[in-house]
């Protein structure tokens, strides 16, 4: 059987997932922090930390990315995504965007910029505390263990994945809104 988690999943419930939050919400399976993980060593086939790390100091990114090759079977899979501070979204929002956007269809409206940057603000854990480019997070995910980094481009335009993917995906990827990003733990 395999075994999935959504790690800082928040209100994102997945089926087929074990969703774990640091906070007890409806669908939560486990509370915990990312640091701990309640399960053993090789014991997950995916783990999906979408829009967390940046929950986390850049120190506790690092244990956190640890933990979860920890947990991950060999060949396991890492599926992260988080916003690009290298994003031409952040220079387009604040040249050209609204003053003002509802996030997260919450009545909260706050500067067009700001979330990507700070969070929401609107629980204490809802704080950025780092801030990530593909090098960067690309670094610590080798750092921790992973063999094997790859970009998931399946955001990107289908024109752009066919007929350019080899010369302009590089700097394409690295100016995106968010980063897309898949690490495989070796055998």
């Excluded at 995916?46 to 986390?56: A, D, K, Q, R």
């Excluded at 031409?88 to 919450?106: A, C, D, E, Q, V």
């Excluded at 335009?157 to 690490?183: D, E, H, M, W, Y």
Aim: hydrophobic letters at 40%.
């Amino acid at each position: 059987m395999t075994r999935k988690l959504n790690l800082g999943c928040g209100n994102n419930i997945l089926n087929g997932y074990i969703n774990v939050d640091c906070r007890m919400l409806p669908g939560v399976n486990i509370v915990s922090d990312l640091l701990n993980l309640p399960f053993n060593e090789n014991s997950v086939d995916e783990v999906l930390l979408e829009h967390t790390i940046e929950h986390l100091t850049y120190s506790d990114a690092k244990r956190c990315l640890v933990e979860i090759y920890r947990v991950l079977r060999p060949g396991g899979i890492l599926v992260l995504a988080c916003p690009n501070f290298q994003g031409l979204s952040f220079l387009y929002s604040w040249l050209f965007g609204k003053i003002y956007r509802k996030w997260g269809g919450t009545s909260l409206a706050t500067p067009t910029l700001y979330p990507p940057i700070t969070g929401l603000q609107d629980y204490k854990e809802n704080v950025h505390l780092s801030q990530w480019t593909y090098r960067l997070i690309t670094h610590y995910i080798i750092n921790a263990g992973f063999q094997e980094v790859f970009y998931s481009r399946k955001k990107l335009p289908k024109i752009l994945r066919t007929i350019v993917a080899s010369v302009l995906i590089p700097g394409i990827r690295c100016r995106l809104g968010n980063i897309f990003i898949c690490a495989r733990k070796g055998d």
